[in-house]
């Protein structure tokens, strides 16, 4: 996996030998070896692509990330499958999770990450973020149970 990202960083610019990309081998929820890795060092974007549906704590590992890890003014970019708006989505998603995350290392289709993120806080004066914009990954009809939110916030 680590080739991958590697290999298209470097299309992007972005590469291991000048600095500019560092991959860390640590799970979203060990903040504390994340900063250690980076000397303490808080990041300007934090991207999470399929991975807050598998921690233990998501609601806890967002918020310490955000405070601990993003600096202010940096971005916090994800692409997450989510619990649906809608009731009859929603209650088939609570039924096929526990099952859904045995084959799936434990991903869990049934969070409201989205949600969490937003009761963050969005505005001028109150709330972790400066600004904040959701949306939906295009063409996906929204009675799918891997219903899926794409976000973008930047930190206050």
Not at 131 to 140: C, H, L, S, T
Request: hydrophobic share 40%.
């Amino acid at each position: 996996m680590h080739h991958y990202i590697r290999e298209n960083a470097s299309k992007a610019g972005f590469n291991t030998s000048d600095g500019s990309l560092l991959i860390l081998p640590y799970g979203a929820e060990q903040v504390s070896s994340i900063l250690s890795a980076l000397g303490g060092a808080q990041v300007d974007t934090i991207l999470s692509i399929h991975i807050l549906c598998t921690v233990p704590s998501p609601e806890d590992t967002i918020n310490i990330v955000v405070r601990d890890l993003l600096r202010p003014g940096g971005q916090f970019l994800y692409f997450e499958h989510v619990l649906s708006h809608l009731p009859d989505v929603a209650w088939w998603q609570r039924f096929w999770a526990p099952i859904w995350q045995i084959p799936t290392d434990g991903c869990r289709m049934d969070r409201p990450t989205h949600i969490w993120i937003e009761k963050m806080g969005v505005g001028e004066t109150v709330g972790v973020w400066k600004e904040g914009r959701v949306w939906g990954k295009e063409n996906e009809p929204e009675e799918n149970l891997l219903w899926h939110r794409v976000g973008r916030y930047v930190k206050r």
